[in-house]
């Protein structure tokens, strides 16, 4: 009896785990079969993308600023690698030796980002693993000749001609900072790109490397292109059977731009060499010799809005970021000792405007009721509150009206158009901004916020109103009222009136520092105290001006083209605004402009100067350091093309530094030569702007004014065939 319940038992387990495999086999094969057949294709087949050739960026006139070139590149199969008892090391080992680099750096270029052991990026290869690892680029053609011919000892390894990015550098042009340059894809960018591409765009890949600055960051989409898709089969140990199917890539757009390669050369150059010259002088301040630390030059063409030429110091060599960058060297280039070579000072330097600030004033006491043919006193100082406010070197003019004010550049009208104002609006206890002329006209000229120029890292600047004020003492007030108790003994040391004067500014701003007073307007009026701005914003603000009132949004890309020269995007000037002022005020202010160049405070820097330029010096004042050296302008005065803004932190005057940096420009641009225009000179003919785009042949090459160029600078093949 009991050996018959014990059959029974393990019959009903047998016949349990029969059907459990039954039902199991079901959900396998019939169930599940779609998944597992996904899977199983999964296995068998792999995606290996080839990166499309980046598109150029062009200058004007067809000259390629950012140029693509064949260069050598020596791969190595992962197939084969995995495929040796030693995974290769034997093989890397022969190949480091022919390539003349350690082991452990091609070693380390053919691990995957992210395996264990493998190094970090950029060194690791960013792939995926079933395509060829690029272990050295720009081998020389005699090294891989022998790798080639010796094909037995370097199994897997090719030597293929490539398109690398090259900067051309036409004329000396460096442009660092308009070009930008290229940087590994990360992994929240791969993720990011792919949700885009649920929505029709194209997915980014681990071998595409992206725009990270300048134009290349701006336009990376239109440059990149398409990848090539090959499908290849792989067994089970992930080794290449074979290639399943192919799609070619599409080689990415180029980018026209307004910048000229001739005036973007001289431009640079003029500002290198003003700089330096700064460097010889005494500071007129007694603070001996200037620094001259860093500076901006920006050239507008003021009919489109259109950049024509951007510099900025202190500069660097765009090339350090081709074949990748060093810790040392990106640490040299944000280096603050070293001036901060990878900030813009064109877009994202904030400087004080001075008087260069004066033709936003003006029209806003206009506007305000203050008679623009009226006559003032220009004193040497003029009492405001309790504070007598000064001419900048005291000097006195007499009773003087609005045009000879802007040519000599007195501030002490300006103050008096300001104390007025101020006590107009209900002085300290008014807490609107809504009626104060000069805050109002500051941004109707496009102050204080983004100029919407085609380029990252486009600054806002400050226009320091009652509620930036307030919300600026909200953030400081403990600060300072903590300094208002201690005072500054670190400073004590060295320089006790200077620690009074810092703990008495903290015992200020501790107990009022939101108030608007009647200096911060005075202050206001004449782009000082906490008005800072862009070169970039001021070279706008001169071309409305110039172009009787448009403010145009800046750009510097015009167009793109296909590599075969159609044009797939023309990009239009945008005009953002008209300005709040009186077409006879803007008359007049071109009048008092010009009026500085032939009489006023410009008059030395150009004397005997051939195009009629109108324009204005500035000298910043800044705590603690030397001034700020300015000079915005445009020209023909009586008929403008183009405004050139100038801006040398601790230059000293903008007369004697700025002023003449400008004009160095306009003799590259209209070909000036001692007192004369030799039109063979101009780096514009006539000039003016290009009025088309360069021309791009179905082959590709580019006509530049130079002769033909073709997309991509060939070199030799290896074997001696081209």
């Given at each position: 009896?009991?050996?018959?319940?014990?059959?029974?038992?393990?019959?009903?387990?047998?016949?349990?785990?029969?059907?459990?495999?039954?039902?199991?086999?079901?959900?396998?094969?019939?169930?599940?079969?779609?998944?597992?057949?996904?899977?199983?294709?999964?296995?068998?087949?792999?995606?290996?993308?080839?990166?499309?050739?980046?598109?150029?960026?062009?200058?004007?006139?067809?000259?390629?600023?950012?140029?693509?070139?064949?260069?050598?590149?020596?791969?190595?199969?992962?197939?084969?690698?995995?495929?040796?008892?030693?995974?290769?090391?034997?093989?890397?080992?022969?190949?480091?030796?022919?390539?003349?680099?350690?082991?452990?750096?091609?070693?380390?270029?053919?691990?995957?980002?992210?395996?264990?052991?493998?190094?970090?990026?950029?060194?690791?290869?960013?792939?995926?693993?079933?395509?060829?690892?690029?272990?050295?680029?720009?081998?020389?053609?005699?090294?891989?000749?022998?790798?080639?011919?010796?094909?037995?000892?370097?199994?897997?390894?090719?030597?293929?001609?490539?398109?690398?990015?090259?900067?051309?550098?036409?004329?000396?042009?460096?442009?660092?900072?308009?070009?930008?340059?290229?940087?590994?894809?990360?992994?929240?960018?791969?993720?990011?790109?792919?949700?885009?591409?649920?929505?029709?765009?194209?997915?980014?890949?681990?071998?595409?490397?992206?725009?990270?600055?300048?134009?290349?960051?701006?336009?990376?989409?239109?440059?990149?292109?398409?990848?090539?898709?090959?499908?290849?089969?792989?067994?089970?140990?992930?080794?290449?059977?074979?290639?399943?199917?192919?799609?070619?890539?599409?080689?990415?757009?180029?980018?026209?731009?307004?910048?000229?390669?001739?005036?973007?050369?001289?431009?640079?150059?003029?500002?290198?060499?003003?700089?330096?010259?700064?460097?010889?002088?005494?500071?007129?301040?007694?603070?001996?010799?200037?620094?001259?630390?860093?500076?901006?030059?920006?050239?507008?063409?003021?009919?489109?809005?259109?950049?024509?030429?951007?510099?900025?110091?202190?500069?660097?060599?765009?090339?350090?970021?081709?074949?990748?960058?060093?810790?040392?060297?990106?640490?040299?280039?944000?280096?603050?000792?070293?001036?901060?070579?990878?900030?813009?000072?064109?877009?994202?330097?904030?400087?004080?405007?001075?008087?260069?600030?004066?033709?936003?004033?003006?029209?806003?006491?206009?506007?305000?009721?203050?008679?623009?043919?009226?006559?003032?006193?220009?004193?040497?100082?003029?009492?405001?509150?309790?504070?007598?406010?000064?001419?900048?070197?005291?000097?006195?003019?007499?009773?003087?009206?609005?045009?000879?004010?802007?040519?000599?550049?007195?501030?002490?009208?300006?103050?008096?158009?300001?104390?007025?104002?101020?006590?107009?609006?209900?002085?300290?206890?008014?807490?609107?901004?809504?009626?104060?002329?000069?805050?109002?006209?500051?941004?109707?000229?496009?102050l204080g916020k983004p100029t919407g120029i085609d380029l990252?890292?486009?600054?806002?600047?400050?226009?320091?109103?009652?509620?930036?004020?307030?919300?600026?003492?909200?953030?400081?007030?403990?600060?300072?009222?903590?300094?208002?108790?201690?005072?500054?003994?670190?400073?004590?040391?060295?320089?006790?009136?200077?620690?009074?004067?810092?703990?008495?500014?903290?015992?200020?701003?501790?107990?009022?520092?939101?108030?608007?007073?009647?200096?911060?307007?005075?202050?206001?009026?004449?782009?000082?105290?906490?008005?800072?701005?862009?070169?970039?914003?001021?070279?706008?603000?001169?071309?409305?001006?110039?172009?009787?009132?448009?403010?145009?949004?800046?750009?510097?890309?015009?167009?793109?083209?296909?590599?075969?020269?159609?044009?797939?995007?023309?990009?239009?000037?945008?005009?953002?605004?008209?300005?709040?002022?009186?077409?006879?005020?803007?008359?007049?202010?071109?009048?008092?402009?010009r009026g500085v160049v032939t009489s006023g405070t410009g008059?030395?820097?150009?004397?005997?100067?051939?195009?009629?330029?109108?324009?204005?010096?500035?000298?910043?004042?800044?705590?603690?350091?030397?001034?700020?050296?300015?000079?915005?302008?445009?020209?023909?005065?009586?008929?403008?093309?183009?405004?050139?803004?100038?801006?040398?932190?601790?230059?000293?005057?903008?007369?004697?530094?700025?002023?003449?940096?400008?004009?160095?420009?306009?003799?590259?641009?209209?070909?000036?030569?001692?007192?004369?225009?030799?039109?063979?000179?101009?780096?514009?003919?006539?000039?003016?702007?290009?009025?088309?785009?360069?021309?791009?042949?179905?082959?590709?090459?580019?006509?530049?004014?130079?002769?033909?160029?073709?997309?991509?600078?060939?070199?030799?093949?290896?074997?001696g065939r081209r």
């Amino acid at each position: 009896m009991k050996s018959n319940v014990r059959l029974l038992a393990v019959a009903v387990f047998v016949l349990s785990l029969m059907v459990t495999l039954v039902a199991r086999l079901f959900t396998v094969q019939v169930v599940g079969a779609d998944g597992y057949r996904a899977a199983a294709a999964t296995n068998r087949e792999r995606e290996i993308i080839t990166p499309a050739v980046r598109g150029l960026v062009l200058d004007d006139r067809g000259r390629p600023l950012i140029s693509n070139r064949s260069a050598l590149v020596v791969s190595v199969s992962r197939t084969e690698l995995l495929n040796s008892d030693d995974e290769g090391r034997a093989l890397l080992h022969r190949l480091a030796d022919v390539l003349g680099l350690p082991f452990e750096t091609v070693w380390g270029r053919t691990q995957l980002c992210g395996t264990p052991g493998a190094p970090k990026a950029p060194v690791c290869f960013n792939g995926a693993p079933y395509q060829p690892v690029p272990v050295a680029e720009d081998v020389p053609a005699r090294v891989a000749l022998q790798i080639m011919e010796r094909s037995e000892d370097f199994p897997g390894v090719s030597a293929e001609l490539q398109a690398v990015r090259t900067i051309p550098e036409p004329f000396g042009v460096q442009a660092a900072h308009l070009l930008g340059y290229l940087g590994p894809v990360t992994d929240e960018e791969l993720k990011a790109s792919s949700q885009a591409a649920r929505d029709g765009r194209t997915e980014l890949q681990r071998t595409d490397r992206v725009g990270r600055a300048g134009l290349e960051a701006q336009y990376d989409t239109a440059l990149r292109g398409t990848p090539g898709v090959t499908t290849v089969g792989v067994d089970i140990r992930g080794r290449v059977t074979g290639t399943l199917s192919q799609v070619d890539p599409d080689a990415g757009n180029h980018l026209v731009t307004s910048i000229d390669a001739k005036v973007q050369a001289a431009t640079e150059r003029a500002l290198r060499d003003g700089i330096r010259a700064a460097r010889t002088r005494q500071d007129p301040g007694g603070r001996g010799r200037l620094k001259a630390d860093s500076g901006a030059a920006v050239v507008m063409d003021v009919r489109t809005g259109q950049i024509v030429a951007m510099a900025s110091w202190p500069s660097y060599d765009p090339r350090v970021w081709l074949g990748g960058i060093t810790d040392r060297e990106l640490a040299r280039l944000s280096d603050e000792k070293a001036g901060t070579p990878l900030v813009s000072r064109a877009t994202q330097g904030l400087f004080p405007p001075a008087s260069t600030f004066k033709v936003v004033s003006l029209p806003a006491a206009v506007q305000h009721g203050f008679d623009l043919h009226g006559t003032y006193d220009c004193g040497s100082s003029y009492q405001v509150g309790n504070r007598a406010f000064h001419n900048y070197e005291s000097e006195a003019y007499g009773r003087i009206d609005l045009h000879k004010a802007i040519v000599v550049s007195c501030d002490t009208i300006f103050y008096q158009f300001a104390y007025k104002t101020w006590l107009r609006l209900g002085g300290s206890k008014a807490k609107s901004d809504a009626r104060d002329p000069f805050v109002n006209m500051a941004t109707a000229f496009g102050l204080g916020k983004p100029t919407g120029i085609d380029l990252p890292g486009d600054s806002a600047g400050r226009i320091p109103d009652r509620a930036w004020k307030q919300s600026y003492w909200e953030s400081t007030k403990d600060y300072y009222c903590g300094k208002a108790r201690t005072g500054f003994p670190e400073v004590a040391g060295k320089d006790p009136s200077r620690a009074r004067f810092l703990t008495q500014l903290a015992k200020e701003n501790c107990a009022d520092g939101n108030v608007f007073r009647a200096g911060d307007e005075a202050n206001f009026s004449i782009g000082q105290g906490d008005v800072s701005v862009t070169p970039l914003q001021m070279v706008r603000v001169y071309a409305a001006i110039a172009n009787g009132g448009t403010l145009w949004t800046p750009h510097v890309g015009k167009a793109v083209v296909s590599p075969s020269g159609k044009v797939v995007q023309r990009i239009a000037p945008h005009a953002a605004a008209k300005v709040p002022v009186r077409p006879d005020v803007l008359k007049f202010l071109r009048s008092a402009l010009r009026g500085v160049v032939t009489s006023g405070t410009g008059r030395g820097a150009f004397a005997g100067f051939p195009v009629a330029v109108a324009g204005k010096t500035g000298t910043g004042e800044v705590y603690g350091k030397q001034a700020t050296a300015w000079f915005s302008s445009f020209a023909p005065a009586d008929h403008p093309q183009y405004a050139v803004s100038v801006v040398v932190s601790q230059g000293g005057t903008g007369a004697s530094t700025a002023a003449p940096i400008v004009r160095a420009i306009y003799a590259a641009i209209y070909g000036v030569r001692g007192s004369k225009i030799v039109p063979s000179a101009a780096a514009l003919p006539g000039g003016r702007p290009p009025a088309s785009l360069p021309r791009i042949r179905p082959d590709g090459t580019i006509v530049t004014p130079e002769g033909v160029v073709p997309a991509t600078e060939g070199l030799p093949d290896p074997r001696g065939r081209r």
